[in-house]
C-alpha cells in the first residue's frame, strides 16, 4: 500500500516544481470539485459580483440611450469619426489571445506548465470576444441591421462589401468565437461529468448530466475526445494570428499617417499577446490567492507567463522603434508631422505614457525577484493593460485628430456615456467570470490528473 501510494503522489523532488508536492487524482478531483459543489458562497464572491453586474447595468443603460438618441452621445466627431468603440473594440480582443495560446498552440508544443491555467485563460477569451464583438455594432449606429454584413439570400439583391474591414472583422471574430467556445466546451465536457458524478442534489445531476452529453470515460470516447481537442487546437492555432492581422488591416488599408504600414499585423499580433498575458496574471493571482490554489497554479506559472509577457513586449518595443524610424526614413511630411506630433502634440503624455507602461517599467521583468513577488507581478500586469489601452488610443486618436488638411483637424474629447460604456464592458466581463468561477470547474481536472500521472511516471522512471 505505500508503495502504491508512493506511486500516485508527486514527489518533492523538484524544487520548482509545475504542481505541488502531494497531489494524487484523489486530492486533485477533491480540491478542484470542492470549490463548485462544496464550498459556501463567500461575501467577497458577492460583493464582487454585486459590483460587476451594477456595470452591467450601466452599460444596458448606456446601450438603451444609444438606441434611443445615437451615436452623437459619444465624443466622436469629423475629423476623429473613431473613437472610444474603436479603442475599445481592439484592446478586448487583444485580451482573448492568450486563452487561445495557451489553449491551442502550447497544447500542440506539448508544454505541461498550461494545465493549471488554461480553462480559465479560454474562459476569459470567450467574455473578452464578447465584450469586443458589441462595439463594432453599437459603432454601426443602427445595430438591429447588422446582419446587412452576412452574405445572405435577400430579395434586394444586396451584398456585403467583401473590400471593406468591417466585413472581414465579422468573419474573424465570429469563427474566433465559434472555434474558441467549442474549444473550451470539449475541454469541459470530463470535468462536466465528474461534477455530475459527485454532485449532492438532483438538480446539479441533471444539469451537469446534460452538459457532459452521456460520457462515461470509456476507451472511445477519450480517443474522440482527444482527436477532437487535437483537432480544434489546429483549428484555433492560426486563429491567433489571422483575426489580430485582420483587426490590424480596419488600419493599414487606410491611407491616414500612422496606419498606413506593413509593421501592424505583427505588431499587433505580439500587443495582443503582450495584454492577454497580462490580463492572464491579473486574474490568476487574485483566484490563487482567494481559493488558495498556490500548489495548483503554483510561482512557476507566474515566472513563465513573466517571461512570455517580457518576451513580447520586447516585440511590442521594436515595433515602436520601428514605427518611428520608418516614419522618419520615408520622408513623407505627413509621417514625419504624425511622429511629431506624438512626441509633442496636444496628445504627447499620453504617448510617453504608454511608452512608460509598455517598455520602460515592464523591464523589472528581467530580475528573477521581481517575477516570484506576486504582488508587484499583479502591479506589473495592470501597468501593461493599461499600457496596451493607450496604444489603443494613440493609434486611433491620435492619427484622426490630425488629418491631411490643417482646417479640418479637431480634438477629441470622450463624453462621460464614452466612459459608461467602456466600464459597463468590465462588468460584462466580470459577472460571466464570476459565475464561471461559481458553477464550472476553473482549472482543469482531467488535465491535473494527467500531469500528476506523467509526473508519477518519470519519477518512477528515475
Not at 502504491?4 to 523532488?13: F, P, Q
Not at 470576444?129 to 452574405?151: D, E, K, S, T
Request: proline content about 6%.
Amino acid at each position: 500500500m505505500a508503495s502504491e501510494d508512493s506511486h500516485n503522489t508527486v514527489g518533492v523532488a523538484d524544487p520548482d516544481p509545475i504542481i505541488g508536492p502531494g497531489h494524487t487524482f484523489e486530492t486533485v478531483t477533491d480540491k478542484i470539485s470542492s470549490i463548485v459543489l462544496t464550498r459556501p458562497v463567500t461575501p467577497g464572491w458577492v460583493f464582487g459580483l454585486l459590483i460587476a453586474f451594477s456595470a452591467l447595468m450601466l452599460l444596458n443603460l448606456v446601450v438603451t440611450l444609444l438606441m434611443i438618441k445615437g451615436v452623437g452621445i459619444w465624443g466622436i466627431r469629423i475629423p476623429t469619426a473613431w473613437g472610444f468603440a474603436i479603442v475599445n473594440f481592439v484592446w478586448w480582443i487583444g485580451i482573448g489571445h492568450a486563452g487561445t495560446l495557451i489553449s491551442a498552440i502550447l497544447l500542440l508544443l506539448h508544454q505541461k506548465w498550461r494545465t493549471s491555467i488554461n480553462r480559465f485563460a479560454e474562459a476569459m477569451t470567450l467574455f473578452a470576444v464578447m465584450c469586443a464583438g458589441m462595439f463594432p455594432l453599437l459603432h454601426m449606429g443602427r445595430p438591429w441591421l447588422f446582419f446587412y454584413l452576412m452574405p445572405y439570400p435577400n430579395p434586394m439583391w444586396m451584398w456585403p462589401q467583401f473590400r471593406s474591414p468591417l466585413v472581414w472583422d465579422v468573419f474573424a471574430v465570429s469563427t474566433y468565437l465559434t472555434v474558441s467556445l467549442l474549444f473550451w466546451y470539449v475541454g469541459l465536457i470530463p470535468d462536466l461529468a465528474t461534477l455530475r458524478d459527485r454532485a449532492k442534489p438532483k438538480a446539479a445531476k441533471i444539469i451537469y448530466g446534460m452538459l457532459s452529453m452521456g460520457w462515461r470515460g470509456s476507451a472511445v470516447h477519450w480517443s474522440r475526445y482527444e482527436t477532437a481537442s487535437l483537432l480544434l487546437a489546429g483549428l484555433a492555432t492560426p486563429l491567433v494570428v489571422s483575426v489580430h492581422t485582420v483587426v490590424s488591416f480596419d488600419f493599414t488599408i487606410g491611407i491616414i499617417p500612422g496606419w498606413h504600414t506593413t509593421i501592424f499585423p505583427p505588431y499587433f499580433v505580439a500587443g495582443a499577446i503582450y495584454s492577454g498575458f497580462a490580463m492572464v496574471l491579473t486574474l490568476a493571482i487574485p483566484i490563487r490567492k482567494f481559493y488558495h490554489l498556490e500548489d495548483l497554479v503554483t510561482a512557476r506559472h507566474l515566472d513563465i507567463m513573466a517571461k512570455v509577457m517580457l518576451a513580447t513586449g520586447l516585440i511590442v518595443a521594436y515595433g515602436y522603434l520601428l514605427e518611428a524610424f520608418l516614419a522618419f526614413y520615408s520622408g513623407d511630411q505627413y509621417e514625419i508631422y504624425m511622429m511629431t506630433n506624438r512626441f509633442h502634440g496636444p496628445y504627447a503624455p499620453l504617448y510617453w505614457m504608454l511608452i512608460s507602461c509598455n517598455i520602460i517599467i515592464p523591464q523589472l521583468l528581467w530580475s528573477r525577484r521581481v517575477r516570484r513577488n506576486v504582488g508587484l507581478l499583479f502591479v506589473l500586469s495592470l501597468v501593461v493593460n493599461t499600457g496596451m489601452w493607450l496604444e489603443r488610443f494613440v493609434i486611433v486618436v491620435i492619427s484622426l485628430s490630425r488629418d491631411f488638411i490643417p482646417s479640418s483637424w479637431g480634438m477629441y474629447y470622450p463624453t462621460r456615456w464614452d466612459w459608461a460604456t467602456y466600464i459597463g464592458t468590465f462588468g460584462l466581463f466580470f459577472t460571466l467570470f464570476f459565475l464561471f468561477i461559481r458553477f464550472l470547474p476553473m482549472i482543469s481536472i482531467v488535465e491535473v490528473r494527467s500531469l500528476v500521472h506523467e509526473t508519477n511516471e518519470e519519477k518512477g522512471h528515475s
